[in-house]
């Protein structure tokens, strides 16, 4: 096996008819763009294959030997390689070559195809017509491979580990004593490799020098081949790659990544040192991990949010009994914090129900999980996985079951697909988090469009299924979810989920980007290809629905409904989801006494008691806490969402809770004033820290989203605005106005719901009025209402 | 909203300039001057247009930025909310500098400003890179209890010419980092990281030395009661018309035959760039224009070169060789200047005809380049629509990020 060496554009132009050029990149960019003369096109799709995580990237020996024979090259053959990526895909096949032992020399062109043309190089496109050779392959004893355990013996001070990633991908997260060496650091500004001299300096500041034993690794295999190509072209001679690179380390079961092991690290704590000794021992990185056992550091110092997942919301009515007692006690502040009067409207020891039908609690301290993780162990109740880059909490119908019209009940469904995520080391962190719903019901209660996956019901051939869609999701680039076509039975559901998570796992550290949610891959890929590869994944043919039967969308379950059983459930109406600790507790205790003891939590943070026999709904309806949490709210506390924001989230620019309580107070006051409250049942405004869009401001009709503002004398915290989300039409918000003072939103709240009343046609939703209506003049009403000087921009033209 | 309605829409430039595909989805119309990190990038970093004032990391509230460690250059670190500060307080995008010299003057701008010739007594005079003015100043107001710190600059150890943000907090750290390097430091990001490690106390009061367009940011701050410049007490801007990009520095001097790891100091006066050796031996004499393409590309678009939002303004324009040409600008300058009286020799002067005819002539260089209007009497702030609608087309005009550079970050939810 030859090492790789590296020439220039002028030295292949001399040589070219004693070489082999082969161009990795598309067939379509080779054919269509032309390519240096000579040139065979082997693209990188092909010979590097994404599906091949435990093995690395590396295709099979004999798909490799097929690639090259039809490309009409010999094992004897100088090679030069050649791409538009600066050399990244050609060093990739030229390492991919050296490891299935190629005798010819290897080598890469400096600059690749822009230094060619630059150097005056042609470009042709005529294809040549290769014949076929017998090109055998075999991977090489001495290929420079090396597995997890070689890595960790490197760590150990055998060899020098290097990160062939950015500073700042570095900075996140890296293998423990590697050091950093950016592939691009080596070029130029024009693309081709430093001059020897600076290249030898750069690496020896590092401590890479040409007689150490060195270990190459980035995120999938692909950058660091580049390195590997010009380390051997500067003669360095012990040079091995970790071809599973930082995916594989991270996936691995390491400590430090695996949720069980996590726990029984965190619980180790409770006695020994608590947070300080924590952060001594395991390091400040350690707050990123916890996020995969439910704990999230806040933004007071030592003090954690604790996320409690209810699969599908359901929780029976001994674990609710538990979490409110577990808020009661411990989510409560330090007197430093203010103590019992930290939260000047709900006081302290409460908590938040959340649009995933989660409960959050805030002010955990690290000597306390210990306790409470064996007072969930003992009802059943779970943490692990309610956060970080895993499955999510699945989303269901809260309604399932009870629903006289649904057609799936989607509790077994939800619970399958959890237990299977619960603790998986493989899944416990994929790209990026993975959220799922299943909804049983006709009116997308579980809000498909939002979601990296979603079912919804439908039918084929007279069998109850789903309909399933993927890719959406709102934070930055929001998206609604695509219809694959795709119908999966009940049964199925957690065979797909699971081909989903590997294809995204495959492809979503593939594309070695910012924006590796599931979202972006359906785009890039289109639906019809997402479809096509999903089916590579998963074990069953593939079929269409013959009927969705989703005819609606129902956004909240606030009201006495009757069951199928013709038993009652009573949905409260939570504001901003947050309770007192005591009073979910008493709720719990209703539950059990007087209904099925059963709660449901709802995707818009409120709370379902089901299975009320008639003779008991009076009773229940009686209860003070019910009546607090009331059936018949106001329509602006029936419609307020807010995320956690800046009371406790390190990101919140504005404060939600205790503003959008005021507000929708405030609000329907004024709504009884007007003669409005009983006109609307409910105004969804939806208020967000920040643009991360916990809230989901994008599916509310009065969309917030915290910001700041400045003018010349001023700056303050604001809100942009958006109006018109309606998931029954899969219409997100448009944000039709950015910056408004935050003290002004009430009033634009008011001016829109007005300006709808008084001109709004026969039974025209506000979702559609606001279609009706010209975004300018959407915005020129909003601006008003603010006060701020009519919206700078985006007023002036049509 | 339905597809032919959007078609209606004005003709401001959509979000994002390529290479992200979260442009590529329209089922959320963003709002008007929405910002993320990833427009400053693509406006000024990618653009090549940052001049390392590091106003962006100061400024953002949720530490969203930090400084890549090569490039000195700002960059993501955690999730970025979208809130636009690091937007409205960068002088190269949303900062319109020229309005916020003028208000800053308006509001704490002394009647007249004040000129010296100066230099300072002892050691100091030694150190500096002219008078040793600023190093005599801030020895003085240390000593006096007056500040606690000064945020100055102090070269690598092992990359000769590269600046470092140094928190001095002593005579003996002042005279270590006397003297010009002609590189950024990103001190005014890092002020919270270099406290962290000292021992100051609660509300310690610093000392801010740098370019004018540091100076720029750290006012601007200020200004709006912005945390991250609660500690700064005093700001004292390097005369400046341009600063330079480290390794291009260092490879155009290489590419004139001079080791740089032998210079002990440069100099740039007079469009004259000299560099000496520890024996005092000229090792370069040359104009500086030839290291034209080592400066920032953006400090051409600035016309700020007396570092007008400061307190102090210092430079060696305009006076003799071993001074230093002082400019106390307010109130606050002139109590420190006072206050530090005793170590410094000064003498008020008329404002030197060569220092007008430099600040003149930058003026004019900024006018001719920025692809925006210069005019201190616009509003401050500069939406996105506004910045593309000046800058697509032309030479600075954003470019497409690399999205392996910009990290996409874990949120809370
Ligand atoms: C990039 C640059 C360009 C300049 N261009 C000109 C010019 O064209 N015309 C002109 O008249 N003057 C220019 N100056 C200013 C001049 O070089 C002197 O800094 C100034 O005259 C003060 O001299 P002094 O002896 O009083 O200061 P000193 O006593 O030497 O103190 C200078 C202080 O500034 C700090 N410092 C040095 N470099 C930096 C930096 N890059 N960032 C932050 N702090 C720093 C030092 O640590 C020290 O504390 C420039 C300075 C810089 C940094
Ligand atoms: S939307 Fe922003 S502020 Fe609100 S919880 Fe999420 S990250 Fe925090
Ligand atoms: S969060 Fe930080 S990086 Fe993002 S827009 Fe705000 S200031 Fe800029
Ligand atoms: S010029 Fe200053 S504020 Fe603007 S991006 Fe560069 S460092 Fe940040």
Known sequence: MSDPTVVSPSWLEAHCESVTVVDVRSRRDYEDLGHVPGAVNVPAAEFRDPSRVAAGKLPSADDFAALLSEAGIDPDDSIVAVCDEQGVNAARFLLTAAVYGHDGRLSLLDGGLAAWLEDGGDLTDETPDPTPTSYEAELTDDAPLVDRQAVEAAVEGDAIVVDTRTPAEYDQSHIPGAVQVGWEDLLDESGRLRPEDELEELLAAKGIRPEERIVLYCNTARRLSHTYVVLGDLGYEDVAFYEGSLTDWVRSEAAEWNPVELEARVRSYADAGGFEAMIEELGEDVTNHLKLIGLYHQKQEGYFMLRTRAPGGILTAEQASVIGEVADEFARAPEEYGGPDQNPVFGDGYLDLTTRQDVQMHWIRIRDVDEIWSRYEAVGLETMQACGNSVRNVVGCPAAGIDPNETVDVRPVVERVSERFLGDPHYANLPRKFKISVTGCHENCARAQIQDLAFTPAIRDGRDGFAVRAGGGLSDGPRVASDLELFVEPDRVEELVEAVADLYVDYGSYLDTAVNRLRFLVEELGVERFREELASYADFEFETPDEVLTTDYRDDHVGVHEQTDGRSSVGLNVPTGRMGGDEFRELARLADELGGGELRLTPNQNLLVPHLADERLESFLEASVVDRYGPDPGPFSRGIVTCTGREFCNYGIVETKNRAIRWARDLDEWSEAVGIADEREAVRVHLSGCSASCAQPQIADVGLRGEVYRDDYESGRAADVGLGGDLGNDEFIDWLVGKVPIDDVPAVVRAVTLAYETDRDEGETFAEWTRRRSDVELRNLVSEAAGTKPAAIGTEAS | ?413
């Open chain 2, 1 to 413: 909203m339905p597809a032919d309605d959007r078609s209606a829409t004005p003709a401001v430039p959509t979000k994002g300039v390529g290479g992200d595909p979260r442009e590529s989805n329209d089922d959320v119309e963003e709002a008007p001057g929405k910002i993320w990190f990833r427009d400053l990038d693509e406006a000024v970093i990618e653009a090549d247009r940052c001049v390392q004032c590091a106003s962006c990391v100061a400024a953002c509230p949720s530490d969203s930025i930090g400084i890549d460690a090569e490039e000195k250059r700002p960059t993501l670190v955690r999730m970025c909310t979208g809130c636009s500060r690091c937007w409205d307080f960068c002088p190269r995008s949303g900062l319109r500098y020229e309005r916020l010299i003028q208000l800053a003057g308006e509001e704490r701008g002394l009647e007249e400003p004040e000129t010296y010739a100066a230099r300072a007594t002892g050691g100091p005079a030694e150190a500096g890179q002219d008078g040793g003015v600023v190093t005599g100043l801030l020895a003085a107001l240390l000593e006096a209890g007056e500040i606690d710190g000064a945020v100055v600059a102090r070269e690598s150890d092992e990359q000769p010419l590269r600046a470092d943000a140094f928190l001095a907090t002593s005579r003996e750290d002042l005279l270590e980092a006397g003297g010009s390097i002609y590189t950024q430091t990103m001190g005014l990001g890092q002020i919270e990281d270099l406290l962290a490690d000292a021992d100051l106390g609660a509300e310690p009061d610093l000392a801010l030395v740098g370019t004018p367009c540091t100076i720029q940011g750290a006012t601007a701050l200020g200004r709006y009661g912005h945390e991250p410049a609660d500690p700064i007490a005093l700001t004292v801007a390097l005369m400046c018309t341009r600063s330079f990009e480290y390794d291009r520095l260092r490879s155009r001097i290489e590419s004139l035959g001079v080791d740089p790891e032998r210079i002990e100091s440069l100099d740039v006066g007079g469009g004259v760039l000299t560099a000496v050796d520890d024996a005092g031996e000229l090792l370069l004499e040359t104009d500086v224009e030839s290291f034209d393409a080592a400066g920032l590309r953006g400090c051409d678009e600035c016309a700020d070169f007396v570092g007008g939002g400061a307190d102090v303004s210092v430079g060696s324009v305009g006076t003799d060789e071993g001074y230093t040409t002082v400019v106390v600008r307010t109130n606050n300058g002139r109590s420190a200047w006072n206050r530090a009286e005793d170590a410094l020799e000064a003498t008020e002067i008329e404002r030197p005809e060569p220092l007008e005819r430099l600040a003149e002539w930058n003026r004019r260089r900024a006018e001719s380049v920025l692809p925006r209007g210069f005019d201190p009497d616009a509003e401050v702030g500069i939406t996105y629509e506004d910045h593309r609608r000046a800058y697509d087309g032309t030479d600075r005009e954003p470019q497409p990020l690399n999205p392996a550079r910009v990290h996409q970050y874990e949120e809370w939810c």
